[in-house]
């Protein structure tokens, strides 16, 4: 079974938010990276990012922790309307 | 404006009572700052309340029994009206429910959660809740796979385990430490630093020179610290920052 990262990805973050039915997730694909840009309510951002990037690098490590077929690698964007 | 002081909010209230002489149903009580532990003596904040005298009329003067009755019964209701109004940011609302029923729901949604993201990881396992006492709550993961749950040193299931308290926290449940468990891995590593120390100690000794060991997870650190905190010849402390923070051996 291969892993399904938007539904890994909204299965971790939506308890952790206060606004689940805002989260949308877009996919990019680079030739290094399947890029997903994780979006959420404005007000949600600094939930899912916590105390100097906290919860963000922990929810990382758990979608990059996936096996992936082939050289490119799993990148998670937090989009947090900052460019 | 009355405001006093106290290492935590009841007992803030208490020295305001103490000092008006009055009772609780007599006050009118607002908490103002409510206290922090802080760390180590930093951030350290002591609590606040300001606290009135409510003017109630005197319309009658105790005289019989049934009198004193009449202004027990005036008390009571003056008790549950005296308003007690909290300042608070809407976290700290949430107040840490240590009430046993809540606890049980919230580990059973948080179990949900965590079978949840491990079925995503594309990995058959069932869990098991034990609570350990009343701070530690311990889940269990049997699997075939459980390197893939563990990750490279115990990565996946150290991310999944700060995971599970991050959720607690949301759910309102603080000061609760979660430990995920699989294949018995967690006594394995224990067992492995404990040789790890000791083989690092004989080397600092050898050497005489300050080692670094690897970063690891603060409950990993903890246990390097235990196993050498009797040794004669070094002694241990922890530099760098989370979540790089690394335990350095040095002879004494």
């Known amino acids: 079974m291969t892993t399904n990262f938007d539904k890994l990805i909204k299965t971790i973050v939506k308890p952790l938010v206060e606004y689940p039915d805002d989260i949308t997730i877009q996919h990019n694909e680079t030739d290094r990276f399947y890029e ?5 309510n404005p007000k949600d951002v600094g939930r899912i990012i916590g105390k100097k990037g906290h919860i963000a690098q922990t929810i990382r490590t758990i979608v990059y922790s996936v096996r992936v077929n082939g050289s490119k690698r799993v990148r998670l964007i937090i989009e947090d309307g900052q460019k | 404006m009355n405001t006093f002081t106290g290492k935590n909010v009841d007992e803030a209230i208490q020295n305001a009572l103490n000092k008006l002489a009055i009772e ?21 904040r002591d609590a606040i309340v300001e606290v009135t005298v409510i003017q109630e009329p005197e319309t009658k003067t ?3 029994a049934a009198d004193d009755q009449d202004i027990n019964t005036k008390a009571s209701n003056a008790a549950k009206s005296a308003s007690i109004e909290f300042t608070k940011s809407k976290d700290e609302e949430a107040e840490p429910e240590n009430d046993a029923e809540d606890t049980k729901q919230a580990v059973t949604n948080l179990q949900n959660y965590l079978d949840a993201i491990v079925t995503q990881l594309s990995i058959h396992a ?4 034990v609570f350990k006492n009343s701070k530690t709550i311990k889940i269990n993961f049997d699997t075939k796979e459980e390197g893939l749950l563990i990750g490279k040193h115990g990565l996946t299931i150290n991310a999944l385990q700060t995971l599970a308290e991050i959720y607690l926290n949301r759910l309102g449940i603080y000061h609760v430490v979660v430990e995920l468990d699989t294949a018995n891995y967690r006594q394995r590593r224990l067992d492995i630093l404990e040789k790890l120390a000791e083989k690092t100690a004989r080397d600092v000794v050898a050497e005489g020179k300050p080692v670094y060991l690897d970063p690891m997870p603060s409950f990993e650190r903890k246990k390097i610290h235990k196993t050498l905190e009797n040794h004669q010849h070094v002694r241990t402390y922890s530099a760098g920052r989370e979540p790089y923070r690394a335990v350095v051996v040095v002879p004494k």
């Open chain 2, 126 to 129: 069932t869990s098991e809740v």
């Open chain 2, 62 to 64: 105790p005289k019989s």
């Open chain 2, 24 to 44: 609780k149903n007599q006050a009118n009580i607002k908490v103002i700052q409510t206290e922090k532990k802080g760390f180590l003596g930093f951030g350290k």
């Open chain 1, 36 to 40: 997903y840009h994780l979006k959420t």
